[in-house]
């Protein structure tokens, strides 16, 4: 299963850019995740199905709001006041069964992931 992710691309610092991904059937958790070179993923957001649980990293808690269409299976990933620390390529993951929340930042408990799209952040 391959998701679909888009909205990428190069922002100023203190832009907004929105990111989507689209998941096939149904998905209990789907979020965001990121990766700079050399590093491993590193947790963004992630939000259950019903009922609608955001869960952030401190790092982007204020700034990044993550969504779901429910109806389309599609989760959303508005980030506002970006840095250029935020500068990384951005997967969308989904894993279709429920979990406890306490794995739900862990990058190996996701069955599937998206290809992937960079978001720059410089002046």
């Known amino acids: 299963v391959q998701l679909q992710a888009s909205g990428g691309g190069l922002v100023q610092p203190g832009g907004s850019l929105r990111l989507s991904c689209a998941a096939p059937g149904h998905t209990y958790h789907m979020g965001w995740f990121r990766q700079t070179p050399g590093k491993e993923h590193e947790f963004v957001s992630t939000?259950?199905?019903?009922?609608?649980?955001?869960t952030y990293a401190d790092s982007v808690k204020g700034r990044f709001t993550i969504s779901r269409d429910r109806a389309t299976n599609t989760v959303y990933l508005q980030m506002n006041s970006l840095k250029p620390e935020d500068t990384a390529v951005y997967y969308c993951?989904?894993?279709?069964?429920?979990?406890?929340?306490?794995?739900?930042?862990?990058?190996?408990?996701?069955?599937?992931w998206g290809q992937g799209t960079l978001v720059t952040v410089s002046s």
């Open positions: 993951a989904a894993r279709y069964n429920r979990i406890i929340t306490s794995m739900i930042r862990r990058a190996e408990v996701y069955d599937y």
């Open positions: 939000m259950t199905s019903s009922p609608s649980i955001a």
